[in-house]
């Protein structure tokens, strides 16, 4: 079956630490993107990317790295200059815009600062 | 930039009625919105795209409108049921950086049987 895979479901992080969350799919989508989002609120874009070897910042990308090194893996690193890094991370791809078919989104990471 | 107001408060109503949800937008109208399901713990699925020159767009039981001059979307389930209890979320693409789109906060609704 086609999906999104996003790895691990819980990831504990000490202060200073980089932490890095898995997303692979394989529905062929060109288009990936990462969200985050707090409790109670709505997703927040941090980046997205439309083709292999490109990407692109989105509204709160300050503390966040990517790469899109493959069509299929698009990995998010939560560096230490994130200040409030606590938060359910959501990857999701589309093909072209998701205007068609919307996003197909993976299962999440909780991530969580002890 | 965008802005989307959703129903402030969550919704409970009784298995069998319809509910309704509200998705407001500022600024300019998008060229389409859509709505997705998310459940506690699990990402958002995708419903129902509805474009700026549909006025309503119906799936099962599910009913989804579009006001270009109000700057507002409804959301319908009619004959609801205990297992529609979920957060819906609308979205709207950002302007004409196609692929970025925003998202509301939500309306978390609650079916009682």
């Known amino acids: 079956d086609g999906g999104i895979t996003q790895s691990p479901k819980y990831l504990f992080r000490k202060e200073g630490q980089n932490v890095t969350l898995s997303c692979e799919q394989n529905l062929n989508h060109d288009a990936m993107y990462w969200y985050r989002q707090d409790p109670g609120q709505g997703l927040r874009l941090i980046y997205y990317?439309?083709?292999?070897?490109?990407?692109q910042k989105g509204d709160i990308a300050e503390g966040y790295s990517v790469s899109r090194e493959k069509k299929e893996s698009f990995p998010l690193t939560v560096t230490s200059a994130q200040k409030n890094p606590t938060a359910f991370y959501l990857c999701a791809s589309s093909t072209g815009t998701g205007e068609h078919y919307g996003y197909t989104f993976g299962s999440g990471t909780r991530l969580t600062v002890v | 930039s965008q802005k989307i107001e959703q129903n402030s408060e969550a919704l409970n109503i009784q298995e069998g009625k319809t509910a309704t949800l509200t998705c407001n937008y500022t600024n300019y109208s998008p060229a389409y919105l859509q709505w997705y399901r998310q459940d506690p713990g699990r990402g958002p699925v995708f419903l129902l795209l509805?474009?700026?020159?549909?006025k309503e767009k119906r799936k099962e039981r599910l009913k989804v409108t579009f006001d270009t001059t109000l700057k507002q979307s409804l959301f319908h389930i009619t004959a609801s049921q205990p297992a529609d209890s979920a957060t819906y979320l609308c979205?709207?693409?950002?302007?004409?950086?196609?692929?970025?789109?925003?998202f509301g906060d939500g309306t978390t609704l609650t079916v009682k049987p």
């Open positions: 509805i474009r700026e020159n549909e």
């Open positions: 979205a709207l693409p950002q302007g004409t950086n196609a692929g970025k789109s925003t």
């Open positions: 990317s439309q083709i292999v070897n490109d990407f």
